[in-house]
């Protein structure tokens, strides 16, 4: 198989995997690939769903069987022949791992090695015992804190929660976690008689008293004299605390709407055993340097590096070869403080230095996330492999970038080979070969344009990527915009902003730049959008990472000017398979009533809900709808194969006897956005979807495509395009976070345009944004900064383009003057 492995050229003979046309390339290895081409070209499906895909294959195929079902398999990609490929590791865009104990730490390994060191050669209390590692995570039974279980945070009821208007009396109904009716009353009398002045403002009332009423664990009871006009006996009444009745609630009531009234007063706060770091307390009383395991993980990458670089230094003379003696002078220390130091070093040199060691996954961006996992692998000293990387400068500042490709050199020197799958056109001129892809997305994709030099690429006349990587595509037409009012925020804090005033100009497109760690997503994403959603009285999002903060606002103004808020961010549009792009947009009602209205269907009696997979009147029973069923192996990972009765349609035979010009409901949804164009160009409701989703470059995704394969810029897309169809008057504020991200820039050519569209329409468009091309075309820019973590959260410029990049003090400046300077 690999005769001609000594080339050294990787041979790919027929590779068909998705939209690709049996395409032969001969790929160098030793070497930084770039594969580019429009989005939705066929480049993933080339480098992770063939090159990555065969390697994997490969790999499992020498474990043994009964391993095998152990691990994350893929399946054998659609090709002839692969030879000279070496083994391959993916390193893919991908969110944090769901689970909240997952940290920067756990991700990049240096937690094993952090606890070894306290361990082992941290200074311990007199007379305390000697802990294993393992007492020092919060994810081990030896380690978790007992009140909260590792997680670091409790659910505990707040004053400000407890009593939202401090000016009202107890009568008045101040404590408004207290039930109502006759419950409530009988509390108030109960108060009454142990003294307590019901009638005063309860801000007025003396603190320890208010702090009794909320949170102690008595309850005293009190006779409650009879009354005429309410009791007419009197007993014993027993007091509850504000908290003790929120509690009993949550734990004891089989009323479901007794609960979520109860919920309105709980919030998350840090654990008061372990102040958050969900460890025991006596792993917290081991120190080094001076510091516990739970301040280390607290500090920022260059705050660890700071403690630990003196004890990496100390010479062997200054160490003891020791093992009896615990301490920071011990060869143990010596030795994991400088592996550790080493190995952060590279996360600063990535421009990471700003995260902590305790910061959830969840909280990290795609690019923060394959970044970790970049530089773990660059310390793993692997010679030999493919590395297959997917975008590495998504998300990246471009003085971000520049050190990131310095660690790409890096691995390519250890001897290794880099896949890349990229946009970034300063990316593209890094690398030593080229293989794109085209010429358009989908069906229209899916050959190669090019392998070769990069230099060669400049011939190819039809390649979008020739066009932008040589200059010879024409600038986007731009006239800057007035602002025709003003939004001000004052007092901003959040995260690394910290009394931050900052003024968004109204009825324009504004770009929010600034290095990674920087705060822009904490404005933009959480700030600006909660203070604009409680202004217009809409709930968050239930998967809103923010929901429940507090908004950290002194003061704001202008919020009347929106009468409608549209946050449009990379999450999924739908959780499973059954939710898909006609779905979503709405598209599909249409076509079910198109369906239902054709003559078969009224003779049979069939409303447009026989024509959803969802139903059982409609779909195949054999996979419920699905169109696949389960497949179990034995020794190997269950597999899926399309459904044996309905052949992945996913509807049953009747229902697919009904067609509309030929084709049947399966058949529509198996169609192209750009192919169900012309076929429901008579239908409006379904004819507007389709022309705003080609608009926005989505003319490729087939209308019945699984939510679940579509990439975060698609769903982003799709939620625009959304957005685009529905004919709306009044003033909305539309949020982006990085909208170009994982886009070709001839597909942000075409985002633009839609973009620059709504602020046409009357609307205010703020977006996070990165990307060059799409930051030179604002009417204004914020820039914040200057640096990243604590280094940032600072407004650094704002006004024009022009302005910005004049900025002495902004980052983004010198490469937003070179870029306009092309302009």
């Avoid at 164009?677 to 979807?689: E, K, M, Q, Y």
């Avoid at 977006?767 to 900064?785: K, Q």
Wanted: with cysteine.
């Amino acid at each position: 198989m690999d005769s001609d492995a000594s080339d050294h050229f990787v041979h790919v003979r027929g590779a068909a995997e998705h939209n690709l046309k049996n395409i032969d390339v001969d790929i160098p290895r030793d070497a930084m690939v770039a594969f580019t081409g429009v989005s939705g070209s066929g480049k993933s499906s080339l480098a992770f769903g063939t090159l990555y895909a065969e390697a994997q294959r490969r790999y499992f195929e020498s474990v043994a069987p009964y391993a095998r079902r152990l691990l994350q398999q893929v399946g054998a990609p659609q090709v002839q022949e692969i030879t000279g490929l070496p083994p391959a590791v993916a390193l893919q865009q991908r969110r944090g791992a769901p689970s909240s104990r997952s940290t920067v730490g756990t991700l990049t390994t240096l937690s094993n090695l952090l606890r070894m060191l306290y361990s082992r050669a941290g200074t311990y209390p007199e007379g305390a015992s000697r802990l294993d590692a393992e007492s020092f995570s919060p994810n081990t039974a030896a380690g978790a804190c007992p009140r909260c279980h590792g997680l670091g945070e409790v659910h505990d009821v707040a004053e400000e929660l407890l009593v939202p208007d401090p000016s009202l009396s107890i009568r008045d109904g101040a404590i408004a976690a207290w039930p109502g009716a006759w419950q409530g009353a009988n509390l108030r009398s109960i108060v009454s008689g142990l003294g307590i002045d019901i009638d005063k403002p309860w801000r007025k009332l003396p603190k320890k008293t208010r702090n009794w009423l909320l949170y102690t664990d008595e309850q005293p009871s009190v006779y409650i004299e009879p009354e005429p006009d309410r009791i007419d006996y009197g007993y014993f009444g027993k007091f509850w605390s504000a908290r003790e009745h929120v509690m009993h609630v949550l734990a004891d009531s089989k009323s479901e709407r007794m609960r979520e009234r109860a919920l309105r007063f709980v919030r998350s706060v840090p654990c008061p055993v372990c102040g958050g770091s969900g460890l025991r307390p006596e792993a917290l009383a081991v120190t080094v340097a001076g510091h516990s395991i739970a301040e280390v993980n607290a500090l920022p990458l260059t705050g660890v590096v700071a403690v630990l670089r003196p004890i990496a230094a100390l010479t062997d003379a200054g160490a003891t070869t020791s093992t009896a003696v615990s301490g920071e002078r011990t060869e143990v220390a010596v030795r994991i403080s400088a592996d550790v130091v080493a190995r952060v070093e590279v996360l600063l040199d990535l421009g990471l230095g700003y995260l902590s060691l305790g910061r959830s996954s969840t909280t990290l961006s795609p690019g923060e996330a394959q970044r970790l996992r970049i530089a773990t692998q660059l310390r793993s000293g692997l010679f030999g492999v493919v590395y297959v990387l997917d975008e590495p400068s998504a998300g990246l500042h471009p003085a971000d970038a520049e050190p990131l490709l310095d660690v790409l050199d890096r691995l390519k020197a250890s001897g290794n080979s880099l896949f890349v799958v990229e946009h970034d056109m300063d990316v593209v001129r890094r690398a030593d070969w080229v293989v794109d892809i085209g010429p358009g997305a989908g069906e229209g994709g899916g050959r190669v344009q090019y392998s070769g030099p990069v230099a060669g690429l400049e011939h190819v006349e039809e390649s979008a990527t020739s066009q932008y990587l040589f200059g010879r595509a024409a600038p986007p037409e731009h006239r800057l915009r007035a602002p025709q009012g003003w939004l001000r925020l004052h007092g901003v804090s959040r995260h690394n902003l910290r009394d931050v005033s900052v003024e968004i100009p109204l009825c324009v497109l504004t770009a929010v730049t600034g290095v990674s760690g920087s705060g822009k997503s904490t404005l933009v994403t959480q700030v600006l959008a909660e203070v604009v959603r409680g202004h217009l009285g809409v709930a968050a999002d239930e998967d809103d990472e923010a929901a429940g903060l507090e908004i950290d606002v002194r003061d704001a103004s202008g919020l009347e000017s929106f009468d409608r808020l549209v946050r449009v961010d990379q999450r999924p549009i739908g959780r499973t398979p059954r939710s898909n792009l006609a779905t979503y947009t709405g598209m599909f009602d249409a076509v079910r009533k198109l369906y239902a209205a054709t003559e078969e269907a009224r003779a049979r009696g069939y409303a447009p809900g026989r024509f959803s997979f969802n139903v059982p009147e409609g779909r195949c029973e054999s996979c419920q709808g699905e169109g696949f069923v389960a497949v179990e192996l034995l020794f190997l990972p269950g597999t899926y194969a399309p459904c044996p009765t309905c052949h992945g349609a996913r509807y049953n035979a009747e229902t697919l006897e009904v067609t509309y010009r030929d084709r049947n409901i399966a058949d529509v949804l198996a169609m192209t956005v750009d192919e169900a164009a012309p076929f429901l160009a008579d239908v409006p409701a379904a004819a507007r979807s389709l022309e705003t989703l080609r608009e926005v470059g989505l003319g490729y995704l087939r209308l019945g495509q699984p939510a679940t394969e579509l990439s975060g810029g698609e769903a982003q897309r799709i939620k625009l395009a959304t957005e685009l169809q529905r004919a709306r008057r009044g003033h909305a504020l539309y949020l982006l976070d990085e909208p170009t991200a994982g886009l070709h820039p001839a597909d942000i050519a075409l985002l633009l345009r839609q973009l620059h569209r709504l602020v046409d329409a009357g609307n205010t468009v703020v977006l996070v944004e990165h990307d060059l091309d799409t930051i030179a075309t604002a009417d204004w820019v914020i820039d914040l900064g200057p640096g990243g973590g604590d280094a940032g959260g600072r407004v650094v410029a704002t006004g024009t383009p022009a302005k910005v990049a004049a900025s002495k003090r902004s980052a983004t400046a010198p490469y937003l003057a070179r870029r306009l300077a092309r302009s």
